[in-house]
Nanobody, 125 residues
Framework: QVQLVESGGGLVQPGGSLRLSCAAS????????IGWFRQAPGKEREGVSC????????YYADSVKGRFTISRDNAKRMVYLQMNSLKPEDTAVYYC??????????????????WGQGTQVTVSS
């Protein structure tokens, strides 16, 4: 099982920015995709962004396109989520996760096997 640790969450005003980081115990050995998910109180877990390990393809939920950017640093075994122009509706616990699957919607949480502990992001005035 891949071990994942998220960091970088916090309290930010609307329109502000945060960068989330995820440290992985291994990179690309046993998984094909790594993604970011979020869950707000009373809502289902939502796929935010994901990146493939094979071709570096990136994918985003419609709600964050143009505002969030996923990236990775293979040497450091890190994946990042740069979040700009944050809105109150972005408030949630954010998780990183890895998936061994090749096919299927990259933003579906059921495809992922290993999860981090989550980091809280709160967007409020």
């Amino acid at each position: 099982q891949v071990q994942l640790v998220e960091s970088g969450g916090g309290l930010v005003q609307p329109g502000g920015s945060l960068r989330l980081s995820c440290a992985a115990s291994e990179f690309t050995r046993n998984y094909y995709r790594i993604g970011w998910f979020r869950q707000a109180p009373g809502k289902e877990r939502e796929g935010v962004s994901c990146i493939t390990t094979s071709d570096e393809g990136t994918y985003y939920a419609d709600s964050v396109k143009g505002r969030f950017t996923i990236s990775r640093d293979n040497a450091k075994r890190m994946v990042y989520l740069q979040m700009n122009s944050l809105k109150p509706e972005d408030t949630a616990v954010y998780y990183c996760a890895t998936s061994p699957r090749i096919f299927g919607n990259c933003l579906r949480s059921v495809l992922y096997d290993s999860w981090g502990q989550g980091t809280q992001v709160t967007v409020s005035s």
